[in-house]
């Protein structure tokens, strides 16, 4: 449970710093002491209101409407692929999900740093991202392989990508909710500990805006990856050894 508070608490730090990371964060290590499900319920209170917070704080810093539209309908198709698969497939191929969600998104940030999508090749494949990102989303509780690395692909100044990102994040959760209360997963109890775990998020984001502001964001980019390569060995290893 320490372990747990101290990651959520930790990844409201990186959310205010950067602007996004909870999932990246809180996803592996709640997959690794609980399960796939429990970690994706409990992150719906804070995916929804922290960004809801960050759209607000940045509205004055967003993409054109018609790009995050495309993007954020795109990412809600996705959502309900990604919960069916969430319902149908067992915990161990979940898992596995999860690790090779974090496998693909280390691979991208160690590969594509540099890289520079001009803003007419993004609208183009906008929506095929935004489905994937979904997608990633619903089944393994973190879209961001696809739709962090794409914005960070097109490299935005940090208020309009925190703002763009976030409008993504909160438009995807609108239709996970629904979609995780009809498969039954998320419960009242886990309701419950989701606004907990929004609390605890909430006390670390301003925080983390301030270092934002005093540390280059390299240095919390090379954290997350040595701290998600441990993890996903770590996850592959416990679903081996249970299957």
């Known amino acids: 449970m320490l372990i747990a508070l101290l990651t959520l608490f930790a990844a409201g730090i990186v959310k205010g710093a950067i602007g996004s990371g909870v999932p990246v964060l809180v996803v592996p290590v709640l997959t690794m002491l609980y399960d796939v499900k429990l970690a994706i319920a409990v992150l719906v209170a804070p995916n929804l209101f922290s960004n809801m917070l960050q759209v607000w704080q940045y509205r004055r810093h967003l993409l054109p409407l018609r790009f995050l539209a495309a993007f954020s309908v795109a990412g809600a198709l996705g959502i309900i692929l990604g919960t069916w698969g969430l319902v149908a497939l067992s915990p161990e191929i979940l898992s596995l999900g ?16 540099r890289l520079a999508m001009p803003y007419a090749t993004a609208s183009r494949i906008v929506i095929p ?8 989303q619903g089944a393994a509780g973190m879209s961001a392989p696809a739709s962090i690395t794409f914005l960070n692909a097109m490299q935005l100044e940090r208020p309009v990508f925190i703002g ?8 995807i959760t609108c239709v996970q909710i629904p979609a995780l209360l009809s498969a039954g997963i998320l419960t009242p109890q886990l309701s419950l500990y989701s606004v907990i775990a929004l609390a605890i998020i909430l006390i670390g984001m301003p925080l983390g805006a301030q270092l934002g502001k005093r540390l280059p964001h390299r240095w919390f ?19 081996s050894l249970a299957s």
Not at 129 to 136: D, F
Not at 164 to 171: C, D, E, H, N, Y
Not at 221 to 239: C, F, P, Q, V, Y
Request: cysteine-free; hydrophobic content about 65%.
């Open 221 to 239: 980019d090379n954290l997350i990856m040595l701290l998600l390569a441990g993890i996903a060995t770590k996850i592959i290893i416990d679903a």
């Open 164 to 171: 763009s990102i976030s409008v993504f994040f909160v438009s």
């Open 98 to 113: 999860v690790a090779g969600a974090i496998i693909l998104y280390l691979i991208i940030k160690l590969t594509r740093r």
């Open 129 to 136: 991202v935004g489905l994937l990102g979904g997608v990633l």
